[in-house]
């Protein structure tokens, strides 16, 4: 008998299919949606709970959409520098500790520094989530986007549905923190980060000018609900009555 050629070529691991991949990848990128859409439902008991109006009271939505923004331009760099694995338990480790402070956060201003930290680790998130959707192969990319679509619409459909079922039957602090479900993904999601990263060095300081210029637009856009004056705006002069 003769010895079977060697090839050099190693068997595989199973193949993870497209419905798996798409399921996956939603259920990473899926619970963001929670973030704004479920938590607005909790708001007013938030508002009685803490004690705030509802101006600051909309600075727990107000926060996450800043966060997450800039959380997907700075992970998804990080996932480019060091890899989505590292990047992903990176972000992951960000999500479980926002959502902690948010739990326990004795105040307003405790509440919306845990929503910076959960919607930056859903920034990461979602920014490695899109890495490992584009890396599918080409012959399995139109059917893994077609369910990736279905999954994501599951959740945003049901988003409002369950912020009031959250805040009704456990609490508010539960339905704020509503998106580090994205964390029962990662186990799942670990398999398919197998890119590794460019090593280049992450722009620090980018990164910085980013989130200052964000923040600036996003207290500019709420200056009136913060009651700020603008600059050099002279104080109103009171009206002098016609009799006088």
């Known amino acids: 008998m003769t010895a079977a050629p060697v090839t050099g070529i190693e068997p595989s691991p199973g193949?993870?299919?497209?419905?798996?991949?798409?399921?996956?990848?939603?259920?990473?990128?899926?619970?963001?949606?929670?973030?704004?859409t479920a938590a607005a439902v909790a708001l007013p008991q938030v508002a009685v709970a803490l004690n705030a109006g509802p101006a600051q009271v909309a600075w727990v939505l107000t926060a996450?959409?800043?966060?997450?923004?800039?959380?997907?331009?700075?992970?998804?760099?990080?996932?480019?520098?060091?890899?989505?694995?590292?990047?992903?338990?990176?972000?992951?480790?960000?999500?479980?500790?926002?959502?902690?402070?948010?739990?326990?956060?004795p105040t307003l201003g405790a509440l919306v520094a845990g929503r910076l930290l959960l919607a930056a680790g859903s920034g990461g998130t979602a920014a490695v989530g899109a890495a490992l959707l584009a890396g599918v192969d080409a012959g399995d990319r139109l059917w893994v986007l077609a369910r990736y679509g279905v999954v994501m619409a599951l959740f945003a459909s049901s988003a409002t549905l369950l912020g009031g079922m959250v805040t009704a039957w456990l609490s508010w602090r539960v339905t704020v923190v509503l998106p580090v479900l994205s964390i029962l993904a990662v186990p799942f999601c670990l398999r398919l980060a197998v890119r590794a990263g460019s090593h280049r060095p992450v722009d620090i300081t980018g990164a910085a000018a980013l989130t200052v210029t964000v923040s600036s637009l996003i207290v500019l856009i709420q200056a009136r609900t913060l009651k700020l004056d603008g600059p050099g705006r002279a104080p109103a002069r009171p009206r002098r009555s016609e009799s006088g």
């Open 15 to 36: 193949r993870i299919g497209p419905l798996s991949t798409a399921v996956r990848l939603g259920g990473l990128f899926g619970p963001a949606v929670f973030g704004v």
């Open 64 to 105: 996450h959409a800043l966060a997450l923004g800039v959380g997907t331009a700075v992970f998804g760099r990080l996932a480019d520098s060091r890899g989505a694995r590292t990047t992903l338990l990176i972000a992951a480790l960000t999500l479980v500790a926002g959502a902690l402070l948010c739990l326990v956060a």
